[in-house]
């Protein structure tokens, strides 16, 4: 397991960082830029669930989403193959879509593209949603150095899931926000 003896080691003041086996790398490198963007998009899972603490389900469905996501940060902080190291598997995206499924079979169909927005809950997965699109895109870019596809599909399927979870969300209040094309011309 993992053991933090120290916070402030002062090894990254000259810009550098170490990655999981070792390796000493720019904190401005793609690989680097991935992980910091699946991080802040954890964080922002952090916020949502300060949002719906008074839900028990919501808070143990996004405590999972955000070890997963801590899991994919693992697996990108060890490129390569690691032997032993923490590699995703398909059982989380799995999961994710089990969960997608359940959460969509209660809402109505959608008539327009939804907007972000309606109660501070749903808002905030929405913004959780957009920040996994970009730790996606991030990833997606180190595709070429080898990385995990289960990590993708993961990402893919995590905002996804945060995009019902915003609809099911405002379906318990006054309902999702709709874009109305050429409302202010």
């Not at 680097?32 to 963007?37: C, D, M, Q, T, V």
């Not at 595709?143 to 596809?149: F, L, S, W």
């Not at 993961?154 to 006054?174: E, I, K, M, P």
């Amino acid at each position: 397991m993992v053991r933090i003896d120290r916070v402030v080691t002062r090894g990254g003041d000259a810009g550098e960082t170490s990655l999981g086996d070792g390796a000493r790398v720019g904190k401005e490198t793609a690989r680097i830029e991935a992980i910091g963007a699946v991080d802040e998009a954890n964080a922002a899972l952090g916020v949502l669930r300060c949002l719906v603490s008074d839900d028990a389900t919501m808070q143990a469905t996004l405590s999972r989403l955000q070890n997963d996501l801590f899991d994919v940060g693992a697996d990108l902080a060890v490129p390569g193959e690691a032997g032993e190291r923490l590699r995703l598997t398909e059982a989380p995206v799995m999961r994710l879509e089990a969960e997608i499924a359940a959460m969509n079979a209660g809402l109505a169909p959608l008539s327009s593209f939804v907007l972000p927005g309606g109660t501070p809950a749903a808002a905030q997965a929405h913004v959780a949603r957009t920040l996994l699109r970009r730790a996606e895109r991030r990833v997606a870019a180190l595709r070429a150095d080898g990385v995990n596809p289960a990590l993708l599909r993961l990402l893919n399927r995590a905002s996804d899931h945060l995009f019902v979870l915003s609809r099911l969300l405002n379906a318990r209040a006054s309902g999702d926000v709709l874009w109305v094309p050429g409302a202010n011309r």
